[in-house]
């Protein structure tokens, strides 16, 4: 479904991405694992297109995502950005119908999706469409961030940290309340976190990256059953833990 080849991306003299490779099956939840500044937002945003590599090839259900263009692309894949990125000044409704819109659905099919997303996510619709996000809570803007990357039904979902600066009882409790969506259960996703338990909670398989590389990509007891290195086996440890 996914296929990522030698990608590669610097940012002046930083390299940001050294060479990553990984396919994604579809349905597959690949979680992207690593320390702050590993390099998992930037290989991420390669995905879509939000960031052109310097070398390397991604392709989509068989295409080279620089033959499909940013526009396009993107409307087919959803993306839930790290800090939610909903626009302040947008109602609930109005975020979660941005890509509706362009696809010109008619009104009404609009609401009745923003309706159903909302009572899947386990948002209020009565109480929540008409409000501005700073008038939710860190957890019901995250829900708001995943609602709206589902609307139009993509095949294909980036995730980059869904559960961020949360504390840990809300981040668990969306975290279980994710799996259980079904519209979840058929996506493929790509999901972005510096969280251990995350990663063991949801991904078929892990990818655990450290500046910039791959250190081992495998599903999580292969990881916990056979750590390549001792940086493996320290991360899964918890050692390594930060807030983002
Ligand atoms: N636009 C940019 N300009 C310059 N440097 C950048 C830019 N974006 C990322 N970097 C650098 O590239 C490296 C990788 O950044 P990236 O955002 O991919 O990390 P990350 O793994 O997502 O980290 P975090 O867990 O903190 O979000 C970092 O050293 C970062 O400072
Ligand atoms: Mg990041």
Same mark, same amino acid.
């Given at each position: 479904m996914i296929e990522v080849s030698h990608l590669r991306k610097s940012f002046g003299n930083t390299v940001a991405v050294k060479d990553i490779s990984f396919e994604v099956n579809t349905g597959e939840n690949l979680i992207l694992l690593g320390?702050?500044?590993?390099g998992k937002t930037t290989t991420l945003r390669m995905l879509n297109r939000l960031i052109m590599p310097e070398s390397g090839n991604i392709r989509i259900n068989g295409r080279d995502?620089?033959?499909?263009s940013p526009e396009k692309l993107r409307r087919g894949i959803g993306y839930v950005m790290q800090q939610t990125g909903? =626009? $302040? @000044?947008?109602t609930i409704a109005e975020n979660i119908a941005i890509v509706p819109k362009l696809e010109k659905w008619p009104g009404e099919k609009i609401n009745a999706r923003t309706r159903e997303l909302m009572h899947k996510l386990g948002l209020s619709y009565d109480t929540?469409?008409?409000? =501005? $996000? @700073?008038?939710?809570s860190g957890g019901q803007q995250q829900r708001v961030g995943i609602a709206r990357a589902l609307a139009a039904d993509p095949p294909v979902l980036l995730m980059d940290?869904?559960?961020?600066?949360?504390?840990p009882i809300t981040r668990q409790k969306i975290r279980n309340d994710f799996k259980e969506v079904d519209e979840l259960k058929r996506k493929t996703i790509v999901m972005v976190t510096h969280d251990v338990q995350d990663a063991f909670a949801l991904a078929t398989r892990i990818c655990l990256m450290d500046k910039g590389a791959i250190v081992q990509l495998g599903t999580p007891e292969e990881l916990r059953e056979?750590?390549?290195?001792d940086f493996v086996s320290r991360f899964l440890q918890g050692e390594y833990n930060h807030a983002t």
């Open positions: 320390t702050s500044g590993c995502v620089r033959s499909v909903l =626009f $302040p @000044h947008y929540h469409v008409h409000m =501005f $996000p @700073h008038e939710l940290e869904p559960f961020g600066a949360l504390d056979k750590p390549v290195n």
